[in-house]
Structure formats: structure tokens, C-alpha cells
């Protein structure tokens, strides 16, 4: 379950990465604990949140019920 948290936000990183430099987008999809379950979620949430107040770059939050959602929500199921 942690490896697939961590995948998630590993995968929203990198999609936000590639955007334009111009106009970058950040995306974290948080699993079924949610953001405040004071494990990856959190962590996620609180690094996200430094890089919005030193970059000035806003991100999408997006909560997940079920991991199947999740993988969805991400895109990781496409082929």
C-alpha cells in the first residue's frame, strides 16, 4: 500500500514536471487515508504545501476513495 502511495505521487510529480515551464501544474492524489493520516499522505500534503509558499506555484489535490480510484484518478492503469 505505501508503494503504491508512493507511485502516485511519484507519477503526479513527474506529469507536473513535464508541463510548461511557463505554466507548470502539480498534482497530488492522496489515497483512501487522506491527507491528514499522519503517514506518506501527510508528508506528501506538507512538502507540497512548502513548495507552493517558496515557488509560488499552486498544486491540485485530488482524495481518493479506493486505490482502484486512485490508479484511475493518476492514469497508471493506461497502457
Excluded: H, W
Excluded at 11 to 19: P, Q, V
Aim: aromatic share 8%; proline share 1%; hydrophobic share 40%.
Amino acid at each position: 500500500m505505501k508503494l503504491s502511495q508512493l507511485s502516485l505521487t511519484v507519477a503526479a510529480l513527474f506529469i507536473a514536471a513535464s508541463a510548461s515551464a511557463a505554466d507548470p501544474k502539480l498534482g497530488i492524489v492522496y489515497d483512501a487515508g487522506g491527507k491528514f493520516d499522519k503517514s506518506f499522505n501527510q508528508s506528501a500534503f506538507e512538502g507540497a504545501s512548502r513548495f507552493k509558499k517558496e515557488t509560488n506555484i499552486n498544486f491540485i489535490e485530488v482524495q481518493a476513495s479506493s486505490d482502484t480510484q486512485a490508479e484511475q484518478v493518476s492514469g497508471s492503469g493506461r497502457e
